[in-house]
């Protein structure tokens, strides 16, 4: 087998590196070079020497405020684009740019910026196909309650706490509650979450070992630590969210059984309470026995039927509903 040219093993190299130079964060020669696949393994000075080169070519910032120096990504860039982006991969990340927007982090949203720019671009009316650019206006992601517009959040928080809870760091912060009373505290970010219009920090406070929901738009001040944390092996947001506690429960399961007019509960037929949900169709009205979390939410939704339900079970429920 023919061996590799000098030149054919240096634009390898050079790829390898340009494909692991991050855009959120800095790295060195030396965690680039262990980072190096086995059959393409170099001495450290040969890395140090292309990601000089690689700098002087690419818009690769090089940190040289200390020593080992550390190399990403400029904002700008678009890093490592090979092959333009299709019509429907523009259109996806169009799509998916919306839809991330609040749900990743700020840094990896500005990261990610050249790449929305240039499907952005693609879909420009003297560029793309014609369909791809009538795509944007066929699909919609709509309400199913009365739109409100999103409360307002103070310049510089959502990006404290994304960052923050990207890096597993310790999130300094000034808030206040729904009844005004404020308080500086330190806080382990756990997970971020967006109900509606509102985006909720769930973290646990210093000293505590319990999970909070804290409204974004409440934090007067968000600062990231430099002191990181582990995060707890026994939390995870599905099942935090699951128990109910964004509906304001505690993860308590009732079997609920309610009797509803049946035009005004025919949707519960196609979209079920859950998986066990039962249904017995009586004269004009539905039986319906479900088991859901107990949570105020569950009470906001019941009442939002008015007279055309009744709560049958369990009993302490439905004499909250008695009139």
């Given amino acids: ?6 030149a054919g093993e240096a ?10 130079i991050p ?3 800095s790295v060195t020669a030396r965690e680039l070079h262990q980072q190096l696949p086995t059959g393409l393994a170099r001495d450290l000075r040969t890395v140090q020497r292309q990601l000089e080169m690689l700098s002087s070519q690419f818009d690769i910032e090089r940190d040289e405020s200390s020593k080992p120096y550390g190399y990403r990504w400029k904002s700008h860039s678009v890093g490592l684009t090979l092959p333009g982006l299709t019509d429907q991969e523009s259109l996806l990340l169009t799509l998916a740019e919306e839809q991330l927007r609040t749900l990743l982090p700020a840094s990896l949203m500005k990261a990610m910026g050249g790449f929305f720019a240039q499907a952005r671009r693609r879909l420009d009316p003297l560029n793309g196909s014609q369909k791809s650019r009538e795509w944007l206006g066929k699909v919609r992601v ?4 009365q739109p409100l517009l999103p409360p307002k959040i103070v ?3 959502f990006e404290a706490v994304s960052n923050s809870l990207y890096e597993n760091r310790w999130l300094l912060i000034d808030y206040h509650n729904a009844a005004g009373k404020r308080r500086t505290a330190t806080v382990m970010p756990l997970g971020l979450a967006q109900q509606g219009p509102r985006l909720y920090l769930v973290c646990r406070f210093e000293g505590f070992d ?3 929901s804290l409204a974004l738009h409440r934090i007067s001040h968000a600062e990231m630590s430099a002191a990181s944390f582990k995060r707890p092996a026994d939390f995870d947001l599905r099942g935090y969210d699951e128990d109910g506690r964004f509906g304001f429960g505690e993860g308590e399961r009732i079997r609920l059984c309610i009797q509803i007019e049946t035009e005004t509960g025919q949707h519960l037929m196609e979209s079920p309470l859950s998986t066990d949900q039962e249904v017995r169709e009586l004269a004009d009205t539905l039986e319906i026995t479900a088991t859901v979390v107990d949570s105020a939410r569950l009470r906001w939704w019941l009442r939002g039927f008015g007279n055309a339900v009744e709560v049958l079970a369990p009993p302490a429920l439905a004499t909250e509903f008695e009139d």
């Fill in 155 to 157: 310049t510089g928080v």
């Fill in 11 to 20: 634009v390898q190299l050079a790829l390898e590196l340009l494909k692991r």
């Fill in 210 to 212: 319990n999970e909070r």
């Fill in 142 to 145: 709509v309400s199913e309650t």
């Fill in 23 to 25: 855009r959120t964060h």
């Fill in 1 to 6: 087998m023919p061996k590799r040219s000098n």
